[in-house]
């Protein structure tokens, strides 16, 4: 069923000016001027094909076909304000949608979680290792990437991406290369993976060495299952936390990103 296009704003001025018996009094509580609140009205008239409001020596007066519809639309109004409020629901919900990267997880992001939960004991966590998954389809609140900046979505940058060449002690110098972070030219390539924690798996077995991002490889440097090779190298590229703006919005959100250091 198509349903007809409401003036909704002019509705909305209607309903003051109906409750004020007052353009002045309706354009206050607005903050419009009052020959904006009239011409609201006339214009609402001119498509209603009916004359709301009659001025009369005791003031402005509803007509009988002005009063009809009143509450009707402060009924509608009303659910319309409901409906929001259900919208909104999700600001307080304690439920968390979160996609990263499994090996940025389980090196950075875990323990902050578990931190931020001892704070918050009622929040539940929902993770997928998808971090490019769509915000929609997953009804995601927030995702971790490795990226150059959030681009069209809301972000803040968790931590920085400079990348470190690191291998197991006593490792080959060949090379294991993946999309984000390729090996040296030239290099004697071994071993061609997909993604960040196939590359630090191979690197901790011994197969070979690597670019990884530090955050990454902080832990095995310092016990010693990993070396560092040279020095690190900056890079544009970084782990941000991204979301859409409606998500960024929500309260729970703002909680979580403020708590991470946003």
């Known amino acids: 069923m198509k349903r007809t296009h409401l003036p909704l704003n002019a509705l909305r001025v209607y309903d003051a000016a109906a409750r004020h018996l007052s353009f002045t009094r309706a354009a206050d509580e607005l903050a419009v001027t009052p ?25 402005l007066q509803l007509t009988d076909e002005g009063e009809a519809g009143l509450d009707l639309l402060r009924e509608g109004f009303l659910r319309f304000e409901e409906s929001v409020q259900a919208m909104q629901a999700g600001q307080a919900s304690s439920n968390y949608a979160i996609a990263a990267p499994r090996e940025f997880y389980a090196q950075w992001l875990a323990p902050r979680l578990a931190e931020f ?42 931590v920085g991406g400079c990348k470190v060449c690191v291998a197991a002690p006593g490792a080959p110098e060949s090379w294991i290369s993946w999309p984000t972070y390729e090996a040296p030219e030239k290099a004697r390539v071994v071993l061609q993976v997909g ?30 299952r990993l070396e560092q090779i040279g020095e690190p190298e900056d890079c544009r590229r970084a782990y941000w936390l991204v979301a859409p703006r409606p998500q960024w919005r929500q309260k729970k959100v703002k909680a979580l990103v403020e708590f991470l250091g946003g």
């Open 35 to 59: 020959a904006a609140v009239g011409q609201q009205i006339r214009a609402l008239e001119d498509v209603l094909g009916v004359v709301l409001f009659r001025r009369t020596s005791k003031g």
């Open 117 to 158: 939960q001892r704070a918050n004991p009622d929040i539940t966590v929902q993770l997928t290792a998808d971090e490019n998954a769509d915000f929609t389809e997953a009804n995601l609140d927030l995702a971790v990437r490795l990226i150059d900046g959030p681009e069209n979505l809301e972000g803040t940058k968790l």
């Open 195 to 224: 993604n960040a924690g196939q590359v630090l798996s191979s690197a901790l077995a011994g197969i070979g060495r690597a670019w990884l991002p530090m955050p990454l490889v902080e832990e095995h440097l310092a016990n010693g």
